[in-house]
């Protein structure tokens, strides 16, 4: 009696190659080449190559090799390709002799399924397993799962880059240690979680325990992760070479007696890290170095300067940009000498600091912060109340230099949305500009959790949520963006419900 496969994804190891299923057509039926009858009986009298496997993929590229088919006199191979939802369409056959391929026409973006088939002639044979390969698919994905109903084993961290492929990489603290997962393209799947190390400097809202870059300038491309211990003694960091499976780690700063460290903030670019973090919650120290060179071998460390009228700094989480030109800056928060809040632009080794926005006075309990550049041209998004009654705390603000700032910019609420800690911004070269935050608005407002908000152009704004029917993401914690090379957006955050987890969610 024949015997029909149907399409079974496969979860093999996520780093050793790509996932493989059973061959099947677009519209969900049976391929005829798969009805292979019997055991040992071919459909089509030429038995299928065997062990067809991705041994590299990238943004442009995916390489696959096979073991030949045992049917004799084969005249050669042809690898199939399809688009998720999309019909098999031949590419380049190979010769008799050849048991690898190359494919490059691969998009960035694209996910695709692969297959090979022996020849004979004209006549092409059985199909091989199938595998899939590319980038993740446009939507949710969730990363690490919430533990359930126990909220409260859930940290305080996650952060989101992406790659040299474009793919993401995200860390998450799983309540016990600090865990970083990335994106397989030869699988087309998650890899398996590798932990970093324990012992975090956890705190309450608002707060960062870790910060993840990553450097494309290395060969292989380097991650990097800066964290404060758990005691708050020490600054530490862990760099990767290999994708993120291991990590050797390092101190970046010890504090002084009596004092700690807290809310690290980290750029990389062209093999030199930026970092920033403060000590006590009232000063803010900045460091850089090459990736190559251990942390004491870095330059002095400098401190940031309070804004004028500003007499220290405040416990809010800083943030550090690049710019066109690979310059570094700082944004982060001075106490006014009138009680209220100033959000600072700071360039590293300048004498003093600017005001970019203000709270007129009011001592806003909780503020965030998040810069990036338009070419050389610093934006900011911040959070901050100018009284207790603000509806719509978060806004965006623009500058030419740095030295002066416009009017901020309040962005559209959400229904009643409300709040914006971890405020996350990115533009372009023309500013186009999305910025997302966690609002923990009363049912996630109208469009859920988290916000985001969206400019064609830094002047007119449009804020919701991908979560728009709120079926994914019942609250949103540490919510990240990252803007890639095709210009769509991705958003990590922390839905510590049951049913949640650490997500991710990729612009269609």
Known sequence: MAR?????????????????????????????????????????????PTAFACTSASKNAAGFS???????????????????????????????SIFV????????????????????????????????VGAPAPGFHTVASAPTGAEATFGTAVDLVLEGNGDPAVIYHNGTSLQFVGWDRRSSAWKSPSKITSGLALGGAGT??????????????????????????????????????????DTIAVSPAGTSY??????????????????????????????????????AKLEAPAAA????????????????????????????????????FWRPGAANATRIVDSLGFADSAASISLAFSGVKPRAAVTLHDSATTVQPVVFVTSTDGNSWGTALPLPVDGTGGGGLFTRLVTSAKDVSAITWASSAPGGGTCGEPKLALSPDGTTWSTCSPDVDRSRSKSAQFARIALGSDGKRWLAWQDPNAGGGVLVWRED
Request: net charge negative; with cysteine.
């Open 101 to 132: 391929f190359a494919d490059l026409t691969v998009a960035q973006a694209a996910t695709y399924r692969y297959r090979v088939r022996a020849r004979v002639g004209t006549a092409l044979g059985d199909t091989s397993n199938e595998v899939t």
């Open 4 to 48: 029909t496969f149907s399409r079974i994804l496969c979860s093999c190891a996520l780093i050793l190659g790509c996932g493989t299923a059973a061959s099947s057509s677009a519209t969900g039926g049976a391929d005829a080449s798969v009805d292979s009858g019997p055991i040992g009986v071919t459909a089509t009298g030429i038995a299928a």
């Open 208 to 249: 960062v325990a870790a910060a993840l870059g990553f450097d494309s300038g290395g060969v292989n491309g380097t991650f990097a992760v800066v964290w404060a211990a758990a005691d708050g003694q020490e600054l530490d960091w862990a760099l990767s070479t290999d994708a993120g499976q291991t990590w050797t780690q």
């Open 262 to 299: 807290s809310q690290p903030a980290l750029t990389i670019g062209n093999g030199k890290a930026s970092i920033a973090w403060l000590q006590d919650g009232a000063r803010l120290f900045y460091a850089t170095g090459t990736l190559s060179t251990a942390p004491k071998g870095w330059t």
């Open 309 to 344: 009228s500003a007499d220290k700094l405040l416990p809010f989480a800083p943030s550090i940009a690049l710019d066109a030109s690979l310059t570094p800056a700082v944004g982060y928060f001075s106490h006014g000498t009138n009680g209220g809040v100033i959000a600072t």
């Open 66 to 96: 096979w073991q030949k088919s045992p049917t004799a006199g084969v005249d050669g191979y042809v690898v199939e390709r399809a688009a998720l939802g999309g019909d098999f369409v031949a590419q380049t056959p190979v010769s008799s």
